[in-house]
């Protein structure tokens, strides 16, 4: 495909609604922890009505590696729980389950077509995660086209990703702009949003890592979204801090600890560093300020346990609002996927 020299009319897109257009991803694999939750849904929550979201559940990126089938069911009826729980309105934005939308799969395989090999090769986490495995599936490799084909479905001005995604977002753009100038324009340039507050909350037993699902099963490693009250007070006591005692943000390796427990009090509060630091002036010790820490925790994540109960006790309820999602959303991918189709030369179905 990328051989072809083609002159297409130019058709530049242009969006239906003034609000930018913006997608974003999560994977229904592991617990969903405490810096999920701060370094992406709050955001989500909280800026949702300012642009045109489209949340989806990326079960088919969870594939790339082996899933339990009774499990990774369950787990991607839990997660949508916890983002409606957590404050994802259904009414203001789009939340859907990627394998229920199949523009999805599709665009990945026309898109392969026009993907140099070498491009997926120099991804860093595809090179990572292949250095610690004896061999690799085809779908570890592909999963950054997939992820391009997510974005590029919805015409998505931004993609609020974590720092480990941003690659991946610009090899979404570099796949782009190379389909737009062997086709003509067809797609919108997305760009990498990374979170200013909250991006990365860090390993509660190793501060100079970043907290993350496949390993919350490690004691004192995560916050899990779901945890009992008690299980939460303990892991953030039990957090690795340092042999001092002055409670202050600091860039010092060694103040690591101190530092994750203050930026996660910083984003659930909504306080400036300047605030937190002044409300910790008084506190005696490293002691006092996990305690606090656990309180401002357990306050936030409550009310979204209660809501995610409600919601798992009502599953066809749930169900209906995943349909309803994904209706809305291949609304918009078909008819981007039909475009896709007709500028490289396949022959649209009369079925639709």
Known sequence: ???????????????????????????PSGDVHLGNYLGAIKGWVGHQTEKENFFCIVDLHALTVPQDPIQLRSQTRSLAAILIAAGIETEKCTLFIQSHVAA?????????????????????????????????????????????????????????????????VELARDIAQRFNHIFGETFTLPKAIIPKT???????????????KSETQLSGHAVGLLDHPDEIKKSITRAVTDSGNEIRFSKEPEKAGVNNLLGIYKVITGKSESDVETDFEDAKGYGELKLRVAEVVIDEIIPIQRRYKRLMGDVGELDNLLAKGAKQAQAISESKLDEIKTKIGLILSKNK
């Open 198 to 212: 909250g991006a990365r909350v860090m390993a509660l037993n190793d501060p100079l890592v970043k907290m993350s």
């Open 104 to 168: 999805h799969a599709e665009a990945c395989w026309i898109l392969n077509c026009s993907t140099p090999l070498g491009w997926l090769e120099r991804m860093t986490q595809y090179k990572d995660k292949a250095s610690n495995q004896i061999s690799v599936s085809m779908g570890l490799l592909d999963y950054p086209v997939l992820m391009a084909g997510d974005i590029l479905l919805y015409d998505a001005q931004e993609v609020h990703v974590g720092d480990d995604q941003k690659q991946h």
């Open 1 to 27: 495909m990328q051989n072809q020299k083609i002159n297409p009319t130019n058709t530049q897109f242009k969006p239906e609604t003034s609000k930018k257009r913006v997608f974003s991803g999560i994977q």
